[in-house]
């Protein structure tokens, strides 16, 4: 069945460091690709998303490519905040269909 | 505006006992999903309402679950003889039209239950 897999946390950044969080997914036909952030005591909230292959989404600083070769949609930002600590979340809407499909989750903490 | 709302935000319950739980969507948002975030499992998808209608219900995880929505709006999940493997944040969303990346889905701040 259709899955989003996304590296394991928590991942742990001093303040303007480089962030790369990595998404892989397995879907049939051509999914949209998301990434959502729940910050600390918040509901989710989309960040950025892309729905076909080489599109880039873009976002607070936050960019994901979606990269139909290596079923991949990492998110990168070049110099994260101490608010951009929260929990990430990489998500696929398969063609057609309705429900969100998620990754586990990844927690973020930058330190200053 | 108003966004996705739900009550209550946390619930403690004794094992066997029935519980419901409540989702307000946004405003003239057609389509409602509800979703449940637990530690072992992630985020996992429970059921889709189209209006009134539920024409996905392949997420919920057994018969104790059930879900209406009424009016086209206000939608309450029910969990029957509740389980400790229920406890979880149940979280509900909505968008004005379903389907792919078109309709984004905005969440509610979810509900805490707790099974003693």
């Known amino acids: 069945g259709d899955s989003v897999t996304q590296m394991e946390g928590p991942v742990t950044l001093s303040e303007e460091a480089f962030l790369t969080i990595n998404c892989t997914y397995t879907?049939?036909?051509?999914?949209?690709l998301f990434w959502y952030v729940q910050y600390p005591g918040e509901g989710l909230q989309l960040l950025l998303k892309a729905t076909k292959a080489d599109d880039k989404g873009s976002n607070k600083g936050f960019e994901a490519t979606y990269r139909k070769e290596t079923t991949s949609f990492h998110l990168e930002k070049g110099s994260v905040q101490v608010s951009d600590s929260a929990v990430y979340f990489c998500?696929?809407?398969?063609?057609?269909?309705?429900?969100?499909?998620f990754g586990k989750g990844t927690t973020l903490s930058v330190s200053s | 505006g108003a966004g996705v709302s739900q009550s209550p935000s946390n619930k403690v319950t004794e094992k066997g006992k029935d519980v419901e739980l409540r989702c307000d969507p946004i405003?003239?948002?057609?389509?409602l999903y509800w979703y449940r975030q637990s530690l072992g499992q992630g985020l996992e998808f429970l059921i889709y309402?189209?209006?009134?209608?539920?024409?996905?219900k392949s997420g919920l995880p057994s018969d104790r679950f059930s879900a209406e929505r009424t009016g086209g709006s206000v939608s309450t999940l029910t969990i029957q003889r509740t389980q400790q493997e229920d406890s979880a944040v149940y979280l509900c969303?909505?968008?004005?039209?379903?389907?792919?990346?078109?309709?984004?889905?905005?969440f509610g701040p979810g509900t805490r239950l707790t099974v003693t």
């Open positions: 405003s003239g948002h057609t389509a």
């Open positions: 969303a909505s968008s004005t039209l379903a389907g792919g990346s078109s309709y984004e889905q905005y």
């Open positions: 998500a696929l809407s398969t063609s057609g269909g309705t429900a969100l499909i």
């Open positions: 879907a049939t036909g051509y999914p949209s």
């Open positions: 309402f189209q209006g009134n209608s539920a024409p996905d």
